[in-house]
């Protein structure tokens, strides 16, 4: 333990199961020192699993909340501050759900409640998290804010749907609610551009298994693990990133920037021998 996260104060919200990457983030923010609230959905928690990683992390508290509701986000926010003691010095928003995608539909045949309960859930949220933070005064100065978010923010993944849209909102949450975060309180506010990772929300998307491979065959240092995304997001709750504020930082081994990679032909010739 290198205690980067020593006297920090957290809420961690999407630890679903152990692939998760809140999950793994939740772990290693324990490992260094951190005291935090763990929060999910009250429907995802049926499964009990967020109590084995409570219990790993000091036997953390867990406060349901769906990110939707006002009253929830405001319960969550002020019952954190009482069990914490005060202010709090990051969060993580690892939360994401797409109605549509879940359903089957078709992204040129969208049913629009469905994409408006997408937008609420995974990008509103953020917003509303936020605002409610700033409300109840509840970060403290060189506080940092994090949400996880994908490259289909910027690019076209056809089966990413609709999640490329209300991810291109979160990140530009992070922008402008950080401009004034930032300027009122010295709270920093980013997302995290993550690889293609094996989790429940992840392998819900058509093909995931292919763009998986795609993404590990394209990037210099290959797909980035969950496991690795938590070491990069303590690096970020941690007083070592106090200036970096309203960036979408892409920890994706490199994908972003490569346009082109042999492993990526060897791969295609590969799927056409095994499908001759
Ligand atoms: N897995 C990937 O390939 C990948 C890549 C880049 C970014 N991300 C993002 O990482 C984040 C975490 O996802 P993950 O891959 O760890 O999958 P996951 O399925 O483990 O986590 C998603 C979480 O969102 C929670 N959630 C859904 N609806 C909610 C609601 N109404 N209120 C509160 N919580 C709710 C779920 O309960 C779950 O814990 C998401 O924002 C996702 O879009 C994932």
């Known amino acids: 333990m290198n205690n980067l996260l020593k006297g920090k104060k957290g809420i961690i919200f999407g630890a679903l199961n152990d692939k998760s990457i809140a999950w793994q983030a939740a772990l290693k923010c324990y490992a260094q020192g951190a005291e935090f609230v763990l929060t999910n ?29 006002n009253e929830d986000m405001e319960n969550l926010v002020a019952k954190s ?11 993580l928003h690892s939360v994401g759900m797409s109605l549509n995608i879940r359903k089957g539909k078709a992204y040129t045949d969208l049913d629009y409640k469905f994409m408006h309960d997408t937008i609420d859930i995974s990008s509103m949220s953020f917003h509303r998290l936020m605002q409610t933070l700033m409300k109840h005064d509840a970060m403290n100065e060189w506080g940092s804010i994090i949400a996880l978010t994908y490259i289909g923010a910027q690019r076209v993944f056809p089966d990413y749907h609709e999640m490329g849209d209300a991810k291109a909102l979160l990140e530009s949450y992070a922008r402008s609610f950080g401009y004034h975060f930032g300027k009122q309180k010295k709270v920093r506010v980013n997302t995290i551009s993550q690889s293609p990772t094996m989790t429940t929300a992840g392998s819900g998307v058509k093909g995931f298994g292919d763009f998986f491979d795609y993404a590990d065959a394209l990037s210099p240092l290959g797909n980035a693990t969950a496991d690795e995304c938590a070491d990069y997001i303590v690096l970020m709750f941690s007083d070592f990133s106090k200036k970096v504020t309203m960036q979408n930082l892409f920890h994706d081994g490199g994908f972003s920037f490569t346009g082109f990679s042999y492993d990526v032909f060897s791969l295609m010739e590969k799927r056409q021998d095994s499908a001759q």
């Open 81 to 91: 501050m009482e069990i914490l003691g005060g202010k709090i010095d990051f969060v």
């Open 41 to 69: 959905a009250p429907i995802a928690m049926r499964m009990g699993e967020i109590n084995n990683l409570a219990a790993a992390c000091g036997n953390a508290q867990i406060i349901p909340a769906d990110v939707s509701k």
